[in-house]
């Protein structure tokens, strides 16, 4: 699976963005300037803040406003970062140590509450109120999300629609948010582009999210992430709720048996992940990866030809499921 690498011009936004905020991460507090140091001098590809500047430069012109939501948008996906990490108990973010497992939990959420709350006051003071409202309502909707799918995983019980209720709102919010927010940024998209730019973004995050679940089933480690940790986890993602409709009850109980009793096994995980692919999981999610891609390229195909659309397009078939 090849790597995606954004256009030099959007690569060019983002080193501004950390040249122009980078020093006002740090705080008089030691323990939170070497977390700060150590998150953001690890950074993956900043897609979230790409995506701000890419839906700007596709209706016109990146602002300061741009900039300033950018920012807000990259501290917002850390301090989530961090906080998912203490609900997971993951050990490990993009092949390094997580937070939490070098600082422990009680300064992991602070950390993350800090980088939350110099997100918030960013926003009021520089008057960004519409920023402001944009990023609230994607922190109320990726905690609902989280906290529906922990409920999920209590009980092993989810359905398709509540899967991708949760999906929508615990990854596609912020894919969502990040591209309204450089729209509305630019100065020049209207209210019709507004709405198709969000349905991309939801689609996009959408596909983003069903890849990661399937490469839980994956033995090649990609983007960091080791394989089985959402069975581990019990978390009832797309693969597995697909295979388990396509056995009896009786079947579907010795499985979801096994996750419960025997979640720290890695053997016995394994087995239920062959039991997945063995059912189908893996090509059913492949076919509703396909689906939403196709569904977010006809939106993008709507807008006039460019640069930046032609960027927003290759991002589509890269998140596109072909091979886990």
Not at 5 to 18: H, W
Not at 183 to 199: G, L, Q, T, V
Not at 265 to 276: G, H, L, N, R, T
Request: with cysteine; glycine share 4%; net charge negative.
């Amino acid at each position: 699976m090849s790597e995606y690498t954004f256009p030099a011009i959007f690569q060019g936004d983002i080193k501004k963005l950390n040249e122009m905020f980078g020093p006002q991460l740090f705080s008089k507090t030691a323990v939170l300037n070497a977390i700060t140091a150590y998150v953001f001098g690890h950074k993956g590809k900043q897609l979230r803040p790409a995506l701000v500047f890419l839906s700007a430069r596709i209706f016109g012109e990146v602002t300061e406003t741009t900039y300033s939501a950018a920012y807000m948008v990259e501290l917002l996906h850390n301090a989530t970062l961090i906080h998912d990490d203490v609900v997971d108990d993951a050990e490990k973010r993009r092949n390094l140590l997580s937070v939490k497992s070098i600082w422990k939990n009680k300064v992991a959420v602070l950390a993350g509450d800090y980088y939350l709350a110099k997100g918030l006051l960013f926003a009021m003071e520089h008057n960004e109120i519409k920023m402001l409202e944009i990023m609230s309502n994607a922190v109320r909707e990726m905690s609902e999300g989280e906290l529906k799918q922990i409920e999920n995983a209590k009980t092993l019980e989810n359905t398709e629609e509540s899967y991708f209720d949760i999906i929508k709102n615990k990854t596609a919010a912020l894919f969502r948010s990040s591209m309204i927010m450089g729209a509305y940024s630019s100065h020049a998209a209207s209210e019709d582009d507004i709405a198709k730019i969000s349905k991309i973004a939801e689609y996009l995050g959408i596909a983003f999210q069903i890849r990661d679940d399937a490469l839980d089933y994956s033995k090649t480690n990609i983007l960091g992430k080791a394989s089985l940790n959402d069975l581990q986890e019990n978390k009832m993602t797309l693969p597995l709720i697909y295979a388990l409709q396509q056995v009896s009850l009786a079947e579907r109980t010795k499985i979801k048996w096994q996750m419960k009793t025997k979640h720290s096994d890695k053997a016995a995980m394994q087995s239920v992940a062959d039991f997945v692919i063995a059912h189908g999981g893996i090509t059913y999610v492949q076919q509703k990866s396909q689906s939403f891609c196709e569904q977010a390229k006809e939106l993008c195909l709507t807008f006039p030809e460019s640069e930046s659309r032609k960027a927003l397009i290759d991002l589509i078939d890269y998140v596109r499921i072909s091979e886990v």
